[in-house]
């Protein structure tokens, strides 16, 4: 199959979420309806440099599919990093941006038949604002989804209202936000303590064996190594864990 073509985009949209991380709408101007699938990403050519490899920079869809050309773009400002330096501080709405894709393979199955563990630190909940979205609006029947998302104090919790209140509507879904540098009345300490006490207590019901479970891991590839070590010392296939990896 051809890859996608470099397609125009205009930001329509764009929220500051937290202090350091926006939601960048953007309209896929040549195609009424933007296919895609919940977890695919697009690439996004900046004029910030020569070669594509400096130019090209990947984000991750936020938004679930639907009807419509528009897509959110979930994007946590690196100090000192070229690409989104130039996005915070040159893009504006009604800017125009070069965008390719949908790409990746970062997508849930058709049936959603064992428990999902969606794991994830910063901006590396994107992927799975999406997955959420798309499984409530379809409909899709599920089991036990938990999403555990780390990220360091209050002030940098994303998405944080939205999925407090999914997790109040959806049966079967929690989302457990653990902060890494604040106390809080929510989980604190980093992401693998919570799925591996979610783990470890199931496994304890089935006679000490890992009952059937997918993971997905999204985000800066110190969590992801532990978490797939973790995952694996405790004896869960490899083909049961799948991850995207920022950088
Ligand atoms: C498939 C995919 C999807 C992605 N989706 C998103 C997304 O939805 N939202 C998002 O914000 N980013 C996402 N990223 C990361 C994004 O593509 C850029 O790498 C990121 O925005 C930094 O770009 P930059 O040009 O500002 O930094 P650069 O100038 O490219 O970065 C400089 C260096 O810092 C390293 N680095 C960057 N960030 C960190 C960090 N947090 N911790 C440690 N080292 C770091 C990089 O590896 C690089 O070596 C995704 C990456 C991939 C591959």
């Known amino acids: 199959m051809a890859p996608p073509q470099w397609q125009k985009g205009t930001v329509v949209d764009i929220i500051q979420e937290t202090w350091n991380t926006r939601r960048y709408f953007i309209r896929v101007e040549d195609s009424e309806k933007f296919d895609f699938v919940a977890g695919q990403f697009v690439t996004l050519d900046l004029p910030i440099g020569e070669r594509p490899a400096q130019r090209w920079r990947s984000y991750s869809i936020a938004n679930n599919p639907g009807d419509s050309n528009v897509i959110e773009l979930l994007v946590a400002l690196l100090e000192g990093g070229a690409g989104t330096t130039y996005l915070f ?11 390719r894709g949908p790409h990746g393979f970062f997508t849930l199955p058709e049936t ?52 407090s209140q999914l997790d109040e509507e959806m049966e079967k879904f929690s989302f457990i936000p653990t902060l890494s540098r604040e106390q809080w009345d929510g989980r604190t300490g980093y992401v693998h303590p919570v799925y591996e006490e979610i783990c470890d207590t199931k496994a304890s019901q089935s006679g000490d064996t890992p009952k059937p479970a997918l993971f997905y891991l999204c985000g800066w590839k110190f969590m992801i190594n532990d978490a797939y070590k973790n995952l694996t ?9 799948k991850f995207e990896l920022y950088g």
């Open 89 to 99: 501080s040159e893009v504006k709405v009604g800017s125009q941006l070069s965008l």
């Open 112 to 163: 959603l038949d064992t428990d999902l563990f969606l794991i994830c630190t910063g901006a590396g909940l994107a992927p799975f604002r999406s997955m959420i979205q798309d499984v409530r609006q379809a409909q899709k029947p599920h089991q036990n989804i938990y999403l555990i998302y780390g990220c360091r104090t209050q002030r940098d919790l994303l998405y944080y209202d939205e999925l």
């Open 233 to 241: 010392d405790r004896g869960y296939d490899k083909k049961s864990i």
